[in-house]
T-cell receptor, first 114, second 113 residues
Framework: GDSVTQMEGPVTLSEEAFLTINCTYT??????LFWYVQYPGEGLQLLLK?????DKGSNKGFEATYRKETTSFHLEKGSVQVSDSAVYFC?????????????FGGGTRLMVKP | NAGVMQNPRHLVRRRGQEARLRCSPM?????VYWYRQLPEEGLKFMVY????????ESGMPKERFSAEFPKEGPSILRIQQVVRGDSAAYFC???????????FGQGTRLTVV
């Protein structure tokens, strides 16, 4: 079945450091790929998405590129801020889905120190 | 346009009681999804509903759990005879029939004591 694997956290960075959170997936066909962010005590917010190979999703300084050859969708940000501290989830929606059922990775907690 | 509304935000139940979790989708959305997040884990898909229909319940435990999305009113996730292992955050998401994006509610945190 479909699966998403992302690097375990926590990831601890200093403010203005470069961020990479790795995400790889297993799926048949051509899934859509997503990054969601969860702030403490809150629900998930869509951060960015990509629906086909080589697409780059971007939002709020975060970027991720859909790499079909490596089945990856790594999240990057050039300069993190304390306010970026949260849990980040990589997810996919399989091509065969009739709706938007998502398969999530286990989440990566990011802590940014001033 | 209000987002996905879930209530209650926090729910405490004793073992053996019933838990009822409610989800009102975004206006214009007819697809509802329920997910469960166990402590320190990612979200796991439970069930996908459209109005008056269960489309996919492959992630639902076979016993004690049920879900509905009636023609009028919110979607309900019901857990009968709760056990401590049911303690988790339950998230609802909704999407339009043409959408590629699901919007999430803030979740209901169920604690079974």
């Amino acid at each position: 079945g479909d699966s998403v694997t992302q690097m375990e956290g926590p990831v601890t960075l200093s403010e203005e450091a470069f961020l990479t959170i790795n995400c790889t997936y297993t799926a048949t066909g051509y899934p859509s790929l997503f990054w969601y962010v969860q702030y403490p005590g809150e629900g998930l917010q869509l951060l960015l998405k990509a629906t086909k190979a080589d697409d780059k999703g971007s939002n709020k300084g975060f970027e991720a590129t859909y790499r079909k050859e490596t089945t990856s969708f790594h999240l990057e940000k050039g300069s993190v801020q304390v306010s970026d501290s949260a849990v980040y989830f990589c997810a996919l929606s399989a091509e065969a889905n009739a709706g938007n059922m998502l398969t999530f990775g286990g989440g990566t907690r990011l802590m940014v120190k001033p | 346009n209000a987002g996905v509304m879930q209530n209650p935000r926090h729910l405490v139940r004793r073992r053996g009681q019933e838990a009822r979790l409610r989800c009102s989708p975004m206006k214009g959305h007819s697809h509802v999804y329920w997910y469960r997040q166990l402590p320190e884990e990612g979200l796991k898909f439970m069930v996908y509903l459209q109005k008056e229909n269960i489309i996919d319940e492959s992630g639902m435990p076979k016993e004690r759990f049920s879900a509905e999305f009636p023609k009028e009113g919110p979607s309900i996730l019901r857990i009968q005879q709760v056990v401590r292992g049911d303690s988790a955050a339950y998230f609802c998401a909704s999407s339009s029939w043409t959408g590629t994006e699901a919007f999430f509610g803030q979740g209901t945190r169920l604690t079974v004591v």
